[in-house]
């Protein structure tokens, strides 16, 4: 089953914004949307947002989704050391019956 | 508050069957989808089966159809996952999840080590 793609790792300086991308197709991210997972090195991952840009409650404003066509993009903005983590995205195929994931980017704040 | 916590991991030897569980709290289980997904050490998150709500519906990943079987005790508020044939390749952090527009609760995850 194909996955949805990210880029494998992006880097940005400490209070800057990073912009993470999930590229998938008109059955999953073009269709369902896309959600964001943050996971830390250790512990489960911890959903940021969801139909594309709907931030569960406690998340903070920092974490703003969106999309366009078949590619989601989940931007940060003020870049704090705690971000640094994995990010994945995931959406429903409905083609296939199958949630997706992206291979994770990983996200450095230097 | 929501909580799910797996249990049933542990050492397996290739081609022997091992039965994963997750205790839901803090909701009401039924009206929930529920998830399984794993993590390969080192690697990235990959979806395995999902049972619907009422437990009509149930959806696998190519790599476990066949030998993966998901199933729910509303009664008990657990939702099962039977894997049997297992392989090296299945060795995982197992994680299971509550569907509802998204995977939005993830419990903390149980390992299985498939190695003889």
């Known amino acids: 089953q194909a996955g949805l793609t990210q880029p494998p790792s992006v880097s940005k300086g400490l209070r800057q914004t990073a912009t993470l991308t999930c590229t998938g197709d008109?059955?999953?991210?073009?269709?369902?949307?896309a959600s964001w997972l943050q996971q830390h090195q250790g512990h489960p991952p911890k959903l940021l947002s969801y139909?594309?840009?709907i931030r569960p409650s406690g998340i903070s404003e920092r974490f703003s989704a969106s999309r366009s066509g078949n590619t989601a993009s989940l931007t940060i903005t003020g870049l704090q050391p705690e971000d640094e983590a994995d990010y994945y995205c995931?959406?429903?195929?409905?083609?296939?019956?199958?949630?997706?994931f992206g291979g994770g980017t990983k996200l450095t704040v230097l | 508050q929501v909580q799910l916590v797996e249990s049933g991991g542990g050492v397996v030897q290739p081609g022997r069957s091992l039965r994963l569980s997750c205790a839901a709290s803090g909701f009401t289980f039924s009206t929930y989808a529920m998830n399984w997904v794993r993590q390969a050490p080192g690697k990235g998150l990959e979806w395995v089966t999902v049972?619907?709500?009422?437990?009509?519906?149930?959806y696998y990943a190519e790599s476990v159809k066949g030998r993966f079987t998901i199933s729910r005790d509303d009664s008990e508020n657990t939702v099962h996952l039977q894997m049997n044939s297992l392989r090296a390749e299945d060795t995982a952090v197992y994680y299971c999840?509550?569907?509802?527009?998204?995977?939005?609760?993830w419990g903390q995850g149980t390992l299985v080590t498939v190695s003889s």
């Open positions: 139909r594309n840009n």
């Open positions: 008109i059955n999953n991210v073009g269709n369902q949307g």
């Open positions: 049972i619907s709500n009422d437990g009509s519906n149930k």
């Open positions: 995931s959406a429903w195929d409905s083609s296939l019956s199958v949630w997706l």
């Open positions: 999840a509550r569907e509802s527009n998204s995977l939005e609760y």
